[in-house]
């Protein structure tokens, strides 16, 4: 069965350092989707940044970029130039044939705390 | 920017009341999930629906909580009677298909308090 795993429950990072979330999964489909959102102390869900199980490049969007290394199943979301607004619970998901593409797995959460 | 909206974003209510949350998904999606966030529990999904017709619910108590999408603009989760276990906050999130590419989009969430 697809699963997330998120080993780091709770991580500080000096403002303006990079940092990094780890995120493995667990499935056996061939084609599937990775996800990170962000969530911080308001409450919501925001949606960082994707990478597809075929894609060859790793994702960026920003600040935010995705090391992805198929073989072993991991997904790493790499925060650049940490700010004070990172700070957030941070969740890896993902979506595959396994729950017919139409559900997200999301993993247990990394939470971020940046020090001034 | 397109975004997904939920009213209302806070509800306090006492035991045994009726509860609806609703959301309204980004306009040209077809596909709309609620789901539900507890310290305990995390996300979970409740329910989901494509092109109005529900998909899934199994997630669901389906003595008390039931959901519904009376058009493609509006979503609905409704909880009656209301119980202090269902204390959490609810989000809908609204996407455009079902491959696996496809993006999830949250509205900021209702929190819901049942005293």
Known sequence: AQKITQTQPGMFVQEKEAVTLDCTYDTSDPSYGLFWYKQPSSGEMIFLIYQGSYDQQNATEGRYSLNFQKARKSANLVISASQLGDSAMYFCAMRGRETSYDKVIFGPGTSLSVIP | ?115
């Open chain 2, 1 to 115: 920017d397109a975004r997904v909206t939920q009213t209302p974003r806070h509800k306090v209510t006492e035991m045994g009341q009726e509860v609806t949350m609703r959301c309204q998904p980004i306009l040209g999606h077809n596909t709309v999930f609620w789901y539900r966030q507890t310290m305990m529990q995390g996300l979970e999904l409740l329910a989901y629906f494509r092109n109005r017709a529900p998909l899934d619910d199994s997630g669901m108590p389906k003595d008390r909580f039931s959901a519904e999408m009376p058009d493609a603009t509006l979503a609905t989760l409704k909880i009656q009677p209301s119980e202090p276990r269902d204390s959490a906050v609810y989000f809908c999130a609204s996407g455009k298909g079902e491959f696996f590419t496809d993006t999830q989009y949250f509205g900021p969430g209702t929190r819901l308090t049942v005293l």
